[in-house]
């Protein structure tokens, strides 16, 4: 460059400093000694321009830094920040500023920390005036080879002349680096300015090289990517390319796909407005520049199904058009594992919070690890004072107590020990261990379940308090990709790869043989599985494999892959592994909980509950059911809380207690079994909201009985004892009566053999066939009570010969001849399709009701049976002229235990299993009856024709 040019355009940039900045600003010259100002861009008084060379003079060159900034304590700038000109070594830009101010310049050479890629040129000539140091480092050039260069050797000679007409952006502009690489990018105009009647531009190039290569990298790959990716247009939001993975995920053809919008198929993606969708769309832009992607889990709807996926959602802008790519993954099973552990959690947390033991976890070598607040309450230690102690130095073993109770008696897995506590008190401790392992048999800990026993043992004292125990696709995907060449090993691999592997660089990973690539399969089996089955298919999905890394850590790796012979016949494997060591050690983490749960749950006495505030019974431990007398396979929301109490104005009262205080504790209550018997139980009950919202009642109930009897007198207990038999008494004999038909008809068949020898082999054949049918029924009533989703049986019927059938197997069971048995079937009725053991069911409790209480003061005692049908429905009547049923018990008449007469012959559950077994046929049940003069059963089930 000529010496003329170079001082014109010195010149020239001095013009525009003073212009354009934004900061008063000073040209300064070195001498070898001290600093003197050549010219200002702001105006002062004479003496106030003295003043400020003079504190300029008195600068240390020697401190001078690039950047550097120093005290002037002038009364009009209080800080000058030093900036050496590229162009001349004497030259030198000096910033002022006042207190509070930051040194910060839109023009590239006066901002030392500037990193933008900035250029100033002349908008007429296109001359370059100054440069950023990012920008001369992006494009390879010296400052000096920079200086006085038109822009067009870089973004050539059309962007120029589209420069100097106004054009303020260029996107996906190809650019050269003074080495001749190609640089992709946007160029924008930040500002203009005008001096001495010449125009300057600011220019700004967004270096977008490495996003456009990853793209056209990308969309060669994305067809061999074993997830399933949809390519959308960014301003048609229409997808517009997939992969076959895809078609396998949404069960929809190609052409299916390409018809829909993104939102079609994955309806809550983004934000359904305009306005949410430009933001969402921004968000997506930000994150992608930053080399990270948008992950949501969404819903995809095809047209046959809905599954949760987690979309991995990245930007890219191709050929001036911009587009985002979604990578589907399905995690229904990720989910479930997550279910199953908060599952797991959610039933820990019920037990340790309501838990009225104490309770130790140690390591296998019995360190203690953890201590619930109540064993820190009984024994006035902190979790510190306990925490890596052996169990063995907080016990003393003491010599087995001489008493008759078993409880106080050493056993294998549970003995006595004393504590002594902070306060320097004995207390003694019945102590059970058990064992924790994991899905490997290896022994995780042991639980030691502790309760104070001192109150039990001295004064039948209350016992502690209880307290709660718990706790415990590309450079952009996080799915590692990679793609292998037979015999040539790897030829790419992405960021994800690198880091799963544990490669430094990508040139290491590309260096590594074949044969050590395989070692890093933990299974040389699976390995070998996993290519063969992928080389018969031409692919694999989902295959889960153990892998070891560099460092010789091992992970879980959930693969799927393409094998494809290329143009040279070779064997291309391209592929895709997800890090799910995660959802693994969730897995062996649910195991380890449940089995944790189950130690905890048969460990305890306490009956542990958890309800919903509208008193459905959502879980209920194994002591829980012992202590109410419940069957062990019940179905817990069959429980209503309201029938455990004798007095219900005390649930009420406890209700209202907790709503009011959070909380209820070691409340005595009166309490009734299944079987009728009343026990005496201390409740404690607090609310909580769970993960979902909801709030719950948690409860624990523990049996004081003997407690309470031990201060009633004998002869109280006695009558109480005596009353509570009589009860049971009444219950076992009033819960046989539907069992009990066939076993007199049986008793009957034998009196008749006694008479009548010589036809002994029919008899016995009638009583063999009796025995039968009995055992039949009494399972049909077990299978009907233990699990209400047994699946519909349909067969044909013929309803004379199955009524008839009935009768035979009732028929012993009634011998009073006086009851006559009517039998009326229509005409246009010869076969119906139904259920027919839930039918029999029905009809067999409804005819049995008839003969026990028909009324044998009337002159005719009568049962009518009659079948009909319409359309839809078969219609059975049963009607009979016996006893009745008061008018004010038909509403309650099939409640469970319900029984509208003293004397009753059956246990109360006769028509509610009639009512259930009906609902579950999808039919209908309609009774009439009047008291003395009888009652009348329609009903109508529907004939499956």
Same mark, same amino acid.
């Given at each position: ?34 600093? %003197? ?117 870089? +973004? ?53 090289? =490495? ?6 990298? #990308?969309?060669?790959? !994305? ?15 229409? $997808? ?29 993606? #983004?934000? %359904? ?12 832009? =930000? ?87 109540? +064993? ?20 003393? =073993? ?122 890093? #399969? ?57 890090? $799910? ?106 609310? !909580? ?77 009638? !009583? ?12 049909? $009533? ?29 028929? #012993? ?17 010869? =076969? ?63 409640? !469970? ?28 049940? +309609? ?19």
């Amino acid at each position: 460059m000529s010496t003329d040019l170079y001082s014109s355009l010195l010149n020239e940039r001095a013009d525009l400093f003073f212009e354009a900045a934004d900061k008063p600003f000073l040209i300064l010259e070195f001498n070898g000694e001290f600093f %003197s100002i050549l010219s200002s861009s702001f105006k002062a008084s004479e003496s106030d321009v003295i003043e400020l060379q003079n504190k300029i003079r008195k600068i240390d060159s020697r401190l001078i830094e690039q950047g550097g900034i120093f005290l002037l304590n002038h009364q009009l700038f209080n800080i000058c920040q030093f900036i050496k000109s590229y162009d001349n070594k004497a030259l030198f830009y000096g910033i002022l500023l006042k207190e509070g101010e930051l040194p910060i310049s839109r023009l590239p050479e006066l901002n030392f920390n500037d990193t933008s890629n900035k250029i100033i040129i002349n908008k007429d000539t296109g001359l370059i005036h100054s440069a950023s140091k990012a920008f001369c480092e992006l494009f390879d050039f010296e400052w000096s080879e920079l200086i006085g260069a038109n822009v067009a050797e870089i +973004f050539g000679r059309k962007t120029c002349e589209l420069l100097s007409k106004g054009i303020l952006l260029f996107k996906g502009k190809l650019s050269l680096t003074s080495k001749g690489n190609v640089k992709w990018g946007n160029i924008k105009v930040i500002e203009s300015y005008q001096t001495n009647d010449k125009e300057f531009l600011i220019l700004n190039f967004d270096d977008l090289t =490495e996003s456009h290569l990853r793209s056209l990298q #990308y969309f060669q790959m !994305m067809r061999q990517f074993g997830e399933s990716i949809l390519v959308v247009d960014l301003k048609s939001r229409r $997808i517009i390319d997939l992969n076959n993975a895809t078609i396998d995920l949404t069960g929809l053809s190609q052409q299916e796909i390409l018809s829909k919008r993104i939102i079609d198929i994955l309806p809550d993606l #983004y934000p %359904s407005s305009d306005g949410g969708f430009s933001v969402w769309v921004k968000t997506i832009k =930000e994150l992608s520049n930053a080399g990270e992607n948008y992950i949501k889990r969404c819903t995809l709807k095809s047209d046959n199904f809905k599954i949760t996926v987690e979309a991995s959602v990245h930007y890219h802008y191709l050929d001036n058009k911009g587009y985002f790519t979604v990578l589907l993954r399905d995690i229904t099973r990720q989910l479930k594992s997550e279910y199953s552990l908060k599952d797991s959690r959610e039933k820990l947390q019920i037990l340790f919070n309501n838990v009225g033991y104490g309770i130790i976890e140690t390591s296998p070598s019995d360190i203690i690890i953890r201590v619930n607040k109540t +064993f820190q309450e009984l024994s006035d230690l902190t979790e510190a004072d306990l925490v890596g102690r052996p169990i063995e130095s907080v016990f003393s =073993e003491i010599p087995s107590l001489n008493r008759k109770d078993p409880i106080h008696i050493n056993t294998s897995d549970s003995r006595i020990v004393s504590l002594l506590n902070g306060q320097e008190k004995d207390v003694y401790i019945s102590l059970k261990k058990s064992i924790v392992s994991g899905s490997d048999k290896k022994v995780r800990s042991h639980i030691y379940v502790m309760e104070d026993v001192t109150d039990y043992l001295i004064t039948y004292q209350k016992s502690k308090e209880q307290e709660s125990l718990l706790e415990s696709v590309n450079e952009n995907l996080k799915e590692a990709i990679y793609r292998c060449i037979k015999g040539k090993g790897l030829v790419y691999a992405n960021k994800a790869f690198l880091e799963l592997f544990g490669f430094k660089d990508l040139n290491e990973a590309l260096n590594t043989s074949e044969s050590e690539l395989n070692d890093y #399969y933990l299974n040389g089996d699976r390995r070998k599985s996993i290519l063969l089955q992928a080389r018969n298919k031409g692919y694999i999905k989902s295959a889960e494999a153990e892998f070891i890394r560099r460092d010789g850590t091992k992970w879980w790796g959930l693969l799927n892959c393409t094998v494809n012979k290329n143009e040279n016949s070779e064997w291309i494997i391209d592929g895709a592994i997800v890090d $799910i060591s995660l959802r693994k050690e969730a897995e062996d983490q649910a195991r380890a909980n449940q089995d944790l749960l189950k130690s905890v749950n048969e460990n305890i006495h306490d009956a542990i509950y958890r309800s919903t505030t509208d008193d459905k019974v959502i879980y209920a431990n194994k002591a829980f059911l012992n202590l109410f007398g419940l069957d062990e396979n019940i179905q817990v929301h069959q429980i209503d809380p309201q029938n455990l109490y004798r007095n219900k104005s005390d649930r009420n009262e406890i209700i209202k207690e907790v709503e009011e205080k959070g909380m209820v504790k070691n409340r005595e209550i009166f309490f009734i079994r299944e079987d009728g018997a009343g026990f005496w139980g201390l409740i404690s009950m607090s609310k !909580m909201v769970g993960e979902d919202g909801k709030h719950y009642l948690n409860g624990a109930i523990r049996d004081i009985t003997d407690r309470k009897i031990a201060q009633i007198n004998l002869k109280k207990k006695n009558e109480e004892l005596r009353k509570i038999n009589s009860q049971l008494d009444r219950f076992v004999y009033s819960a046989s009566h539907d069992l009990r038909a066939p076993l007199t008809s049986l008793l009957g068949l034998i009196n008749i053999a006694e008479k009548d020898k010589d036809n002994l082999e029919q008899y016995f054949e009638l !009583m063999k066939k009796s025995i039968f049918k009995q055992d039949g029924f009494i399972k049909d $009533i077990i299978d009907f009570s233990r699990n209400k989703e047994i699946p519909e049986k349909l067969e044909r019927i013929y309803p004379g010969d199955f009524i008839t059938e009935i009768l035979d197997n009732l028929i #012993y069971g009634n011998p009073d001849d006086r009851i006559k048995v009517n039998v009326i079937i229509e005409d246009n009725i010869s =076969e119906i399709q139904c259920d027919s053991k839930r039918l029999s069911i029905i009809l067999s409790n409804l005819i049995s009701n008839s003969f026990k209480y028909a009324d044998f003061n009337k002159e005719k005692p009568y049962v009518n049976i009659s079948v009909s049908a319409d359309s839809n429905y078969v219609i059975f009547e049963i009607e009979d002229n016996g006893i009745g049923i008061s008018e004010k018990y038909l509403g309650k008449i099939f409640d !469970m235990f319900f029984r509208a007469h003293d004397t009753s012959f059956g246990s109360g559950i006769g028509l509610y299993i009639v009512k259930e077994t009906i609902e579950k046929l999808k039919g209908k049940i +309609f009774v009439e009856s009047t008291i003395k003069k009888g009652t009348k059963f329609i009903v109508m089930v529907p004939n499956r024709k």
